[in-house]
């Protein structure tokens, strides 16, 4: 029979498991140091007495990013990696440039919740809850609408108009990473050999190898 102790330690750790997240601060502030040769899950802090304002800024984010390319999309991010401020704090954001039609395809943040507010034009978005319903939420947002897309799950956004459009995101996380679907099912390196993909796709290994191609 199990006992009462082991029966509480196991609740006790799988809480602090549904409660893992970014690592929180034990100080006011723990900017991060991408000089330090220390491997952590996350980034080792700077000496306090090193730490200066611009440790805490990002400029930029006014500026439209180039829409040129296969999706007209452009994502400015600002994370850790860009604003060092941000280590520990378990928060970031995005800038979403869309060109006429562009998408910003569908992707996941396997770290981040993704919070989504429209500046400027029109957006057609949507996430695909887990398996095995991969039941699909969209919306189509207007200027000033907000929207949110839980972690893990694959989403996307297309604007809808002729003109450009704008939105900007915040993520639960310092660091939220983001995983494009189709590149990293058809451009990963090396590529996954195509008769995997064409029968997970339920299609001729030409067809996956023209789309490797793409990639």
Do not use: Y
């Amino acid at each position: 029979m199990t006992s009462p102790v082991l029966l509480f330690g196991l609740f006790l750790a799988a809480c602090s498991l549904a409660l893992a997240s970014d690592p929180s601060p034990l100080q006011d502030f723990c900017v991060a140091d991408p000089d330090s040769k220390v491997f952590v899950n996350g980034v080792v802090c700077k000496d306090p007495k090193r730490v200066k304002a611009d440790d805490f800024l990002f400029r930029g984010l006014n500026r439209m990013g180039n829409t040129t390319n296969d999706v007209g999309s452009n994502v400015t991010a600002v994370n850790v990696e860009q604003l060092p401020g941000l280590n520990t704090l378990g928060i970031s954001m995005v800038r979403i440039d869309f060109a006429p039609w562009g998408i910003n395809a569908p992707h996941t943040h396997p770290r981040a919740t993704e919070i989504l507010t429209v500046l400027e034009g029109r957006l057609l978005v949507g996430f695909v809850t887990s398996n095995p319903e991969n039941r699909l939420f969209t919306k189509l947002l207007q200027k000033g609408d907000v929207f949110v897309f839980p972690e893990g799950l694959i989403h996307f956004q297309k604007n809808v108009g002729n003109g450009f459009a704008l939105a900007i995101a915040a993520l639960s996380s310092q660091n939220p990473g983001v995983i494009t679907i189709a590149n990293a099912v058809f451009g990963s390196n090396p590529d996954i050999p195509a008769d995997i993909l064409a029968k997970a796709f339920q299609v001729d290994e030409k067809i996956v190898t023209q789309i490797q191609s793409k990639f």
